[in-house]
């Protein structure tokens, strides 16, 4: 609580530095980073107060002046939700304070609806993406295969490989429900090498600390060709869970494809191909039997992939999908079962 009374002494003195100085710009600037700290803080009156500030500053600052009254009205009307100031927090500390009102003052705000595409695999992608609610999942596409890649959450910066870098998107970004981001576009670094020739460095630090999406393809690759799989019959029954790992909903059966002592893959039935698509990034849990002795195993994973086996397959509406277990099966498990496998192909 001190260190945060401490940044807003500093950013009230670098304000009324400014007005002195006749740097208006600078001022709402500072104005403007202090009226989200203290409508986030939910001291709505000192918001407000700041807020006509901004006219007595510059009375043709309006547009400034809304973007406060928005500021105030978001923090008013969702006062659970974590602020932007908190959730970045971490970031903020590392700046000097005019690295701080820049920064916040060249991000822009967009919302992403359920199913939308912020960035899609081999486009271009010039904005860097700052989550402040909701979640998304980075997708990557191959041989009419999506797999899911790793999940975007509140804290968690997506697009530095082609922000700071100029390349294609390895990955889609697909919103799983309501997304609030922030995002800086690719033209915000040439001011900055100007007005903070340092922030760009220090962002691009702070960024480096989320794990590297390509890291993730080699990764999933890497685990498909080490891990054996063994083919198995019978059906399998899905649910989606809830934050608690407990199974919520309907159940989904399918019909098993094959078992590692990491996942597990079946293949489901589904008419509207989006339907199949919201499972990729979900936690699931499954129910299914292993040979010999045909006991049931339940396990919790997360939906990796999503293939559209049609039209080549016998149904126009089969996928695969794809589970890594959050707990392993016993190698042993796996080895019986094989086994099984095996005596049961010799005697047919």
Known sequence: MKKNADVISKHEELVAKHIREGNTDEAIKSLLFLITKYAQGQDFETAETLREKIISVDPMALTEAIKAHEIIERARTSPSDKGHMEIWAKLYDKLTIDEANTLFNDMQDVVFRPGQAIFEQGGNNSNLYFCNSGQAKHLYTKDNREIFIKKVAPGNIAGEDTFFDASLCTTSLVAIDKVKMQYLDRDTLNRWRHTAPELEAKVRSFSDKETKVHDLLKKNAMDRRTQKRVGLPGRVLIKLVNEEGVPIGKTLRGNMGDVSVGGVSFHINVKDRTHAQLLLGRRLHVKFSMPPTMSYVERLGLALGVRFN????????????????????GHRELVDAEKFQKVVAIQR
């Open 310 to 329: 049609g039209p080549g397959s016998d149904d126009k509406d089969d996928y695969s999908v794809h589970i890594k277990f959050e707990k392993m099966l």
